[in-house]
């Protein structure tokens, strides 16, 4: 009987070491394959740092022996898109298909099913991209819309002027349409905001447009929100394929 125990014990925990040096095993594998996707990102796409790259599918050892990675999740917090940059961009995929060998050479191809993006433009890089001649603008929120405020001089006369916009979704654009305002504190027609805009030396009241059509080819963008901080545009990952190395 004692024999018979000491036998139990000693599966019991050869059982318990194998378990522990799997986990380990899994978790440095997972590591290892994040942080290569990192490096590869970071360097396709000319980021400043390295993106986060975050399997949460279960065992990354048995997604590897598949060859099918679940619920991928990639953030960046910046990311170049031509003339502007996207803050907090973060895409999810909910499976990424690729074979073993792909991930230990670097070359192959890759199947990504569609999924999600989203990425925050903010308000002073929208201010970089629109035309607002020798005024100084300054952008805020108000409510779902956006307030333009600035101090136009005519006649040598200081008005403060100010726009309420709505931001509108146009494709792979931003437009920036004004719905009212107000002069000196009190509302006024859009035409003689028009007026005080143009005796300034601007002509924009019929609205400003940021183009995003430096947003990776894969991405749809389908829906815009106003933050504290500037616009967020939301769509969709067309579910594509794409050699790696």
Known sequence: MARSRSTLVRVVVTIVALAVVLVGADLAARAWATGRAEQELQERLALPRPPQVDLAGGSFLWQALRGRYEDVTVTAGQVPAGDLTLDDVRVHLPAVRAPLTALASGSGTVDVQAGTFDAD??????LEQVDAGPLDVVLTRDGD?????????????????????????DGDAVQ???VSAEAAGQEVPLARARRLLGAAGVDALDGWEVALDEVPGEVELQDLTVTDEGVRVSGAVLATSTDLG
């Open 176 to 178: 920036l349409v004004p």
């Open 121 to 126: 433009v903010g308000f002073a890089e929208l």
């Open 145 to 169: 819309d956006v307030r333009a405020a600035t101090t136009v001089r005519v006649l040598g006369l200081s008005t403060e002027l100010s726009l309420t916009v709505e931001p509108r979704l």
